[in-house]
């Protein structure tokens, strides 16, 4: 009479919320617990961004990549000369269309920076330049442009003996010698 | 569950009578009421039923309440952080970063841990001190000792400990000490910007530089200061100003690059410079900013304003010209040329050469109003305004005489700040405004308040000038190919303490703008008490001295902001120093008979 079908039906139910509670109750919990150890692991994470970012800027203070650059690299300063336009690079070989370096080439297109004519010719006393003086440019252009001429070997001061045994470095088009730097000993490995 | 009887129970009054029959019912069947004690205790436990069934039932609903309160309305309990912390975000500190035009950080806050002691709580300050003294070695074990046996509960030992000192202090395990996690503020460029950035003392309060201005500011917000300073160019600047300072045994320098068009500082240095990492080791007179807080008379860079002045009044024009074999006198004062030349001279060539006699003509025919008009518009008789502290104020005359007005119109008599100077050099080359210097990065398409200081031909004529100045002229030395370079230099002598001017002391400065066809950038370059060498020829001139740091800066700064080379502008040196052939209209307009 007391153990009714509803009562065990009711009994098994509640066990069955208990049992379930119980498990997400625990599931809660671990997935705190790993929530709060990701977000330990952010803040440290953040924290250890934060301060190798500091590094990073340290270790690119100007003065030191300069350094570096001089004992390591091959570089040398970046002058107006080495500077063009595309405009002003000399015609490919296949646009030559069978023309010869003897004949002249097409002369290249230079643009003669418009502002700068402009405020020129404002000015009372706007100066041209001689023809004999020299170009920077047009010059880098014009040597690109000649056939190679021999060109005296130019005898740097650094040369020794190990710089005669092979060639110096030579401009691939122009065949002038490359501006050679003193290299340390600390390079010569 | 209800008992099965025959017995009909009908309501019935207190005594007994039945209220709907009366007597027999029509089954004849009885009516029972109860009544006396059997009927009092029935009663009385119905009550107490009744009683304790409502109060079961309210304290279930509070309960069932209080499930649905927890289940659906409150999220209290539930960690919060879940949306907030990102791994790309910035770290939150107590005063946010500087960051130069690019990005790259100039300051930085840093987590450090701090060591303190609970003296009443040390059982051993000797034993401690020597244990102490073996990871700090910077302390001694007296002083230690002394720290430790204070009759105190808290004595800071060591702010700012490394990582390593923190873990080697812990394994130590000695009682009564303890860290305090705090923030340290880091310079990762050191002295490069010390003037600029400044520091900030123990308690991360800025003392000068951005630091200070900004202090409320960086200590608001989690958002980096962003200036207009370029790292790269800061550091050429400040390279090629310490290679002169040393080559010409200077004892000092400061330089500045500026946008001239959106009045932004790029580079700004100061010469010695200061360590931010280590504020106590800077020397007393290496605190002065020579850039913004040192006032100085910059000598024949005046020129250039008081061309432009001349030109704008209409005193004169380009063509005209004055005689400049005789010098001067005011009084008992004597106006020379540094080189005297003779004969007449036009105006672009006064300019050229420098001259003080037909600077100080061009100036008497403008006259001493128009002179402080024209400098007042472009800045150079106020303070100016920059987002440094203790801006220094220009220094005029007590009473602005005519002698002022001459000595002025070369540099001499006015001192003023090479900011000024630079901004106002600004003006005279971007077309006659004069924009307000910035060290913050003004946004892309921020509208600038500007004042017109001249008119747009006064600056075109300038700007030809200028050029002139390099190509043929005092600045020969800065003249970097290809980036047309215009600008002019200046000699100053110094005030001797024992009153008038120092025999052989003096600043040599480079004021210049390029490209000078479309400027964009204004150059200042000034070295304090150059001394003569052999190689100079005994010069320690602003064009000797100054002039070679504006060509190395230019050249080394111009590949990197993208301004391009052109060909031609280039000219004959041995043509230098002869007399251009300007036609010259020479009104023969004198003023040494005043």
Known sequence: MILRWSTLFWLGLFAAAVGLLFQIAHAVEDLEGRLRATQEQIHRDREAVHVLRAEWSYLNR?????RLAERHLQMMPLTAPNISRISALPPRPEDMEGRTFAEGPPPPPRRPAPELAGWRAQMPQAETRPADTPDPIGDLVAATLRPAAPQPVAKTPSSGARETAHAAPRNPVTGAPLPVRPRFVSESR | MRRRSDVRITPTTPCGMDLHQGGMGPQGAWTVSLDGQRKAALEVGRTRLLVAGAIFLLAFLAVGLRLADLALLSETGEPRRAATPSA?????????????????????????SSLYADPQKVIDPQGAAMALARVLPEYSVASLQAKLSLDTSFTWIKRGLTPRETARINRLGIPGLDFVREERRFYPHGPLLGHLVGYTNIDNVGQIGLERSFDEVLRGRNEPLRTSVDLRIQHILSDELGKAMREWRGIGAAGIVLDAQTGEILALASLPSIDPNAPETIPDDAFLNRATQGVYEMGSVFKVFSTAMALETGAVGLTDGYDVSEPIRVGRHRIRDFK????????PEILLFSSNIGTVHMTMAAGTEAQQRFFRRLGLLERP???LPDLAAPKLPPIWREINTMTISYGHGLAVTPLQTARAMAAVVNGGQLVPATLLKRSRGERLVAEQAMSRETSQKMKWLLRLVVERGTGGFADAKGYRVGGKTGTADKLDPNGGYAENRRIASFLSAFPMDAPRYVVLAMIDEPKPTEYSHNYATGGWVAAPVVKAVVERMAPLLGVEPLAGETFDRHEQGQPLAIPANLAGRHVASR
Do not use: C, F
């Open chain 1, 62 to 66: 100007p003065e030191r990549i300069a």
């Open chain 2, 88 to 112: 790309a975000e910035a770290l939150e500190t107590q005063r946010a970063e500087i960051l130069d035009r690019n990005g790259q950080v100039l300051a930085t806050t840093l987590p450090t």
């Open chain 2, 340 to 347: 005297p030349k003779t004969g007449m001279l036009t105006i």
């Open chain 2, 385 to 387: 305004s920059l987002e």
